[in-house]
C-alpha cells in the first residue's frame, strides 16, 4: 500500500476552513506590537477589537458554500480574510473575529460586511461598498469609506477622514483634525478639540457642533444641501456664513443677516471673544442656520 506523504497531510491541517463544512476555524499567532494587518471579507461581518496581547487570534464561521479562511504571514504583518468561492455569485455571509494587539496597523475591506471596529489606538484605514462601518476608541488616525453604508464613528482621535457617496456619516468625540465627505448622505460632526475640520457635500445636510480651539480652522461647503451651525454662546472666533441663493438664519448672535449676490442670496459676518478661530460656511443653493449649543 502507497503511503500519503506527511506534508500532505499536515497542508490538510493547515487549512482546516477550505471545506465545505460549517464547524468554526481558527487561527493565531505571536506578531509584533506594530503589525500591519491585512483583512477582508466581502459578505457578512468583520469584528475587529484590540487587545493588550502582542497576537492575533482569528475566528470565523463560513458557512457552506461562502469560501473558506485564508491567514497567512509573519511577525511584521499578516494577512487573512474569506476568499470566497470563485463561481458563485450569490453566497452566504461569513462572521470573522479578529482580536489584535492595539497597536496594529489595521486595513479592512468589504463589499455588502458590514465592518466593527474597537480598542485600536494606532491606526485603521477601512473601506465597504455598502456595508454599515461602526468605529470606537482612542487612535491616531481613521480613515473609513462605505459608498451607500452608513459611518458611525466614536473616538478620541488625531486624524479622522470619512467619506460615503449615499450614506449617512457621523463622528462625535474629540479630533485634532477631521475631513467628513458626501455626495448625498448626510454628515455630522460633533466634537470638541478640533484645530481644523472640513465639511464637504453635494446635496446632503451637513451639521456642525462643536467648540473652537485658538487658532483653529473650520470649512463646510456644499452645493444644495443644507448647513447647521451649533455653537456656544461664547463663542470665540470670526464667522463667515453665504448662501447664494438661499437663507441665513442666525439665533446665536446679534449680527444682523445682510443680502448678497445682487439680492438673491444672504450674508452673515459675526464674531466673539479674540476671534482667533475661523469658520467658513458657504453653499450654491442650500440654507444655512446658526444656532446656539444644546445638550453638551
Do not use: C
Not at 482580536?99 to 494606532?122: M, Q
Amino acid at each position: 500500500m502507497r503511503r500519503m506523504p506527511i506534508y500532505i497531510l499536515l497542508l490538510g491541517l493547515t487549512w482546516p476552513a477550505a471545506s465545505n463544512a460549517q464547524a468554526p476555524a481558527h487561527y493565531g499567532r505571536a506578531i509584533a506590537p506594530d503589525a500591519a494587518v491585512r483583512i477582508f471579507n466581502l459578505a457578512g461581518t468583520v469584528r475587529v477589537t484590540g487587545w493588550d496581547r502582542d497576537s492575533i487570534d482569528v475566528s470565523a464561521i463560513v458557512p457552506k458554500g461562502g469560501g473558506r479562511l485564508m491567514f497567512g504571514g509573519g511577525s511584521m504583518g499578516v494577512k487573512l480574510g474569506i476568499d470566497p468561492p470563485g463561481a458563485e455569485i450569490n453566497y452566504p455571509g461569513s462572521l470573522l473575529e479578529v482580536r489584535v494587539s492595539r497597536r496594529a496597523r489595521v486595513w479592512i475591506k468589504t463589499e455588502s460586511a458590514e465592518i466593527l471596529v474597537a480598542g485600536l489606538t494606532s491606526s485603521a484605514d477601512v473601506s465597504s461598498v455598502s456595508g454599515r462601518v461602526v468605529i470606537t476608541g482612542d487612535i491616531e488616525q481613521l480613515s473609513a469609506e462605505s459608498m451607500d453604508g452608513g459611518i458611525d464613528v466614536q473616538v478620541n482621535a488625531g486624524i479622522v477622514r470619512l467619506k460615503s457617496a449615499g450614506g449617512a456619516i457621523a463622528l462625535r468625540g474629540t479630533a485634532t483634525d477631521a475631513t467628513l465627505s458626501t455626495v448625498s448622505g448626510a454628515a455630522t460632526m460633533v466634537v470638541t478639540g478640533a484645530e481644523r475640520a472640513r465639511m464637504e457635500t453635494v446635496s446632503g445636510h451637513l451639521t456642525f457642533d462643536a467648540t473652537f480651539r485658538p487658532g483653529g480652522n473650520y470649512t463646510l461647503e456644499s452645493h444644495s444641501g443644507d448647513i447647521s451651525i451649533r455653537l456656544p454662546t461664547d463663542i470665540n472666533g470670526a464667522l463667515q456664513l453665504t448662501s447664494l441663493e438661499g437663507r441665513v438664519t442666525n439665533r446665536l448672535t446679534k449680527s444682523r443677516v445682510e443680502r448678497t449676490n445682487q439680492g438673491r442670496g444672504e450674508l452673515l459676518a459675526t464674531s466673539g471673544g479674540k476671534a482667533t478661530a475661523e469658520l467658513v460656511a458657504r453653499t450654491f443653493k442650500g440654507a444655512i442656520t446658526l444656532e446656539v449649543q444644546t445638550n453638551r
